[in-house]
């Protein structure tokens, strides 16, 4: 019973650099999200996608892109690392259809950028 | 505006006591769900419980009760017995509707601190 899984579970990037944080879902859930976790502010939604193919902005999405080709994965990349996107980044999953699904989470990729 | 507010950045409660984690929130939309996570110090979210806008009933799962007051837009976390392993920080979260594409926004949390 997988869930949804996230990878790498740490790194350390250099500013400028670029990477991509990897979620897969094997739920078969149409909605995935990204958030990050900042100290004092709780999630923050950066992305989010409703299905394969759909893609949209949350509250926090600059320097950074999403894509949608499958249900199963959704991968965040960062285009050019900057020390403030420092942090633990989440990937969620749940069902699209219905305010009482709750987001089933990954274990988080805590990103140090110096 | 902030869509829900925890106003308790952190807590101590006694081993067995109960403690009471507040919570409001702010929408137009009248359907929606507020959800409680608990994350431990290892950092994964856990979903705790669930309560509709329009359940009738406080939710209750276990030693998580929900104490829901649709007037005033609160939903505060009730945990009963305390244990050790309580210790973690709380997040309140809501999801509203179509209209907000089902969107999940969180509180900054409270961190509750368990003393034997």
């Known amino acids: 019973n997988a869930g949804v899984t996230q990878t790498p579970k740490f790194q350390v990037l250099k500013t400028g650099q670029s990477m991509t944080l990897q979620c897969a879902q094997d739920?078969?859930?149409?909605?995935m999200s990204w958030y990050r976790q900042d100290p004092g502010m709780g999630l923050r939604l950066i992305h989010y996608?409703?299905?394969?193919?759909?893609?949209d902005q949350g509250e926090v999405p600059n320097g950074y892109n999403v894509s949608r080709s499958t249900t199963e994965d959704f991968p965040l990349r960062l285009l050019s690392a900057a020390p403030s996107q420092t942090s633990v980044y989440f990937c969620?999953?749940?069902?699209?259809?219905?305010?009482?699904?709750?987001?089933?989470f990954g274990d988080g990729t805590r990103l140090s950028i110096l | 505006a902030q869509k829900i507010t925890q106003t308790q950045p952190g807590m101590f409660v006694q081993e067995k006591e109960a403690v009471t984690l507040d919570c409001t929130y702010d929408t137009s939309d009248q359907s929606y769900g507020l959800f409680w996570y608990k994350q431990p110090s290892s950092g994964e979210m856990i979903f705790l419980i669930y309560q509709g806008s329009y359940d009738e009933q406080n939710a209750t799962e276990g030693r998580y009760s929900l104490n829901f007051q649709k007037a005033r837009k609160s939903a505060n976390l009730v945990i009963s017995a305390s244990q050790l392993g309580d210790s973690a920080m709380y997040f309140c979260?809501?999801?509203?509707?179509?209209?907000?594409?089902?969107?999940?926004?969180f509180g900054a949390g409270t961190t509750v601190t368990v003393r034997a």
């Open positions: 979260a809501m999801r509203e509707g179509p209209s907000n594409d089902y969107k999940l926004s």
């Open positions: 996608s409703v299905g394969a193919g759909i893609t």
């Open positions: 969620a999953s749940s069902y699209r259809q219905g305010t009482n699904q709750p987001q089933h």
């Open positions: 739920m078969n859930h149409e909605y």
